[in-house]
Each structure stands twice: as C-alpha cells, then as structure tokens.
C-alpha cells in the first residue's frame, strides 16, 4: 500500500495563508497525477488543484487565483500554498496520488489521512 504523510494544516485567521506538504513515503514504479481534495463538514468532497506528470495543472472555481499547487518529482512531494482564505476554506485537505505502485500494476488512485485546515477569527 502506497503511503501519503501530510503537514502543514492548521488554524489561520480570514485573509491569512497556509502550506501544506505531501510526500509519498512509499516507493512506486510510476507517478501520475498529485493534488489535493478537501471535505467540508456535511459537503461532498470536492477537488482542490492536481498536477499532472506532464506539469499542467488544474483548480477549483473556489479556489483559482488563491491557491497555488507545486510539485517536486525528483523528491516525490506536492505542496499547496494556499493565500486569502476565508471561513468556506475550512475543511479537510486530502492529498491525492494517481500512480502505479509497480510496473506491471494498474495505476490507481491514493489518499492521505487529510489534515484539518480552520479558517476562523
């Protein structure tokens, strides 16, 4: 089983900024798409920012413009700097990987624990 360890959640005040971090622990033959999704407290997980192999990337309407994704292949890790943010930011940030453990698997898709993020004066 593939392994996702998470940092940098928290409790940060409207318009303020926080960065999270998530390297794969484990090693796998090949890496797809990293990213992050967050669930609110009674909303359906949603998709934040994911970064492809090929380095395009992709937001969330909520979150374009505020938030910014980032990816080192050499190190296995994806971060979201995330700027201005207000209390419909508060939930829990999943970190997602899309990769083949070993060369003769299907790729699949793996979560993080999450990590809580609290927006809030």
């Known amino acids: 089983q593939v392994q996702l360890v998470e940092s940098g959640g928290g409790l940060v005040q409207p318009g303020g900024s926080l960065r999270l971090s998530c390297k794969i622990a484990?090693?796998?033959?090949?890496?797809?798409?990293m990213g992050w999704y967050r669930q609110a407290p009674g909303k359906a997980r949603e998709m934040v920012a994911l970064?492809?192999?090929?380095?395009?990337?992709n937001y969330g309407d909520s979150v374009a413009g505020r938030f910014t994704i980032s990816r080192d292949n050499a190190k296995n890790t994806v971060s979201l700097q995330m700027d201005t943010l207000t209390p419909a930011d508060t939930a829990v940030y999943y970190c997602?990987?899309?990769?083949?453990?070993?060369?003769?698997?299907?790729?699949?898709?793996?979560w993080g624990q999450g990590t809580q993020v609290t927006v809030s004066s």
């Open positions: 484990t090693e796998v033959a090949e890496v797809f798409t």
């Open positions: 997602y990987l899309n990769a083949r453990q070993y060369i003769l698997l299907a790729a699949r898709d793996y």
């Open positions: 970064s492809s192999s090929g380095g395009a990337t």
